[in-house]
């Protein structure tokens, strides 16, 4: 990894893509490094694809423009690999971590380049177990600092519990950190 | 104790506006500006500060609204963007032709039409001429700190002049980042406590603002205010040496960036300044001998002083997020009145970028970089002025 980590995240508006890239930020502060995360600013649709950034880094973030080579690629909703190139711009090592149960269809729809690495993670399913809901972007968080090596699983999953306690009853906050646990600990790689 | 966060720019610049709690402010909503002063009235309606809110029906009441509460007496604030400053046009130079101490976050937007509200400086580069003073910021941490020293600035009784503090609409305003808050004691103590010497409610000593005045004497008002301008320079120096004792950060009237031994430089405002000192470390790698100076101060411009650090380099190039048409852009005419002055003269290029939230991005450091360095290596056919990136 570079001394600056680059993430790129593809969602669809509404499924909490942006508010995942805000949680990591927050918790990788907890670790003492800078930290960015902003969204794509186009129209906001629900269900249009949409992509959100991180920078996470030792030193001061000076850039103010959208990652154009990640480190990482997050895809929170697998079926964006038909209609977009998630891989534009990654380098011969990025990591690419997705949302899904279906392992075999998804290697064949990325060809990945030979050094680069792929992750899935069920994140739909762990969020309807933990939380009722398939909203998967703590899991994805949660997956996220286990590959990215960025922070870790406890710190991660009680910053998840602090976004949510204000406005939400208990059982989705302690949902939402079991998500977080579960995606550190279901994610692997293929 | 001062404290590190991740916050948007807005979320800072609100913070810093709560941590003051002026006496009056008056909001109006526009993207990008709206979740600023949507934030900070929460502040009030929770009873966390007791700031008296007016919501007005647009931004030119917005500003007539502080005009009125500021000339009252009150320490006052409002925040803008793009198309609502210019709707206050009329009551900026009623603002600063009064002399009313009033601070405005601008974070910076295009203007119409096309209808486009995304980051570029017409809104705040149109408002140049006001008499308005200008602190132009980087980053979150940048706005924050610029707006805490800003009242410090406006009321300043040799000053007395309205500042705007400008700050790039979403990339700065909507992106999060780290920066560092201030504690709140510290923040009251050096903004302390605004007594205005002139207030409407002194019945005691009643006074009058915006009189007519004829030709007799107007001529002289505005001569009064252009020497009040250039009184800016030191207050803003002074008040920035007090705020480094608070902060730890250091603030000038513009930033230079590797310019010891620079050859040539690129001049540039607001976020992509910080873009681009990564692409200055680049080259500098590839042993470019390229600087970046990035105004803080627009209004006054420190001419005299950047005449003095670009004079003996080979060329500069002006980036301007903005566009004056049908001539340069509002930094390169600056920069180049710092220069004419002086002995030695950079071959100078204008390039055009950003407009309408057209991505600054660090290719687009590197063509101003090749260009700036091909005028200082003799290179004829380079044009003056140019858009940078144009899609096909």
Redesign the interface.
Known sequence: MNETVEIRWHGRGGQGTVTAA?VF??AC?SSG???????E?GPERAGAPLKAYNRISEKE??????V?QPDIVIVADFTLLDGIDVSAGAYERSAFLINAGNIEAIKKKLRLKSGQKAYVVDGTRIALATIGRPLPNSPLVGALAKISGLVEVDIVADDVARSFDKKFPRKIVDGNRNAVKRGWEEVREI | MNV???VTGNDAMAHALKQINPDVCAAYPITPQTDLMQRFSEFVSDGEIDTELILVESEHSAMSACIGAAAAGGRVATATSGPGLALMWEMLYVASGMRLPIVMPVVNRALSAPLNI?CDHSDAMGARDSGWIQLWSE?AQEAYDNLIQAFRIAEHPDIRLPVMVCM?G???S?????MEYIADDAVKNFVGWFKEKNALLDIENPVSYGPLILTDQYHEYKKIQSDAMERVFRVTTDVAAEFEKISGRKYDLFETYRMEDAETSLIVLN??A??S??VVDEARDRGIKVGLLKPRLFRPFPHKQIGKILQHLKAVCVLDRSDSFGAYGPLFTEIAASLYNYGGKPRLLNRIYGLG?R????KDALLAIEAVVAAAEGKTDLALKEYLSIRG
């Open positions: 805000k930020a927050d502060l490094r800078y930290v960015q995360a902003f969204p600013y973030l000076r850039k103010h423009c959208p154009l | 590190a966060v991740a995304h980053n790039d979403f990339i700065i909507h992106s999060i980042c780290r976020s992509a910080g873009t000192k990564d939230g991505d600054f991005l660090p």
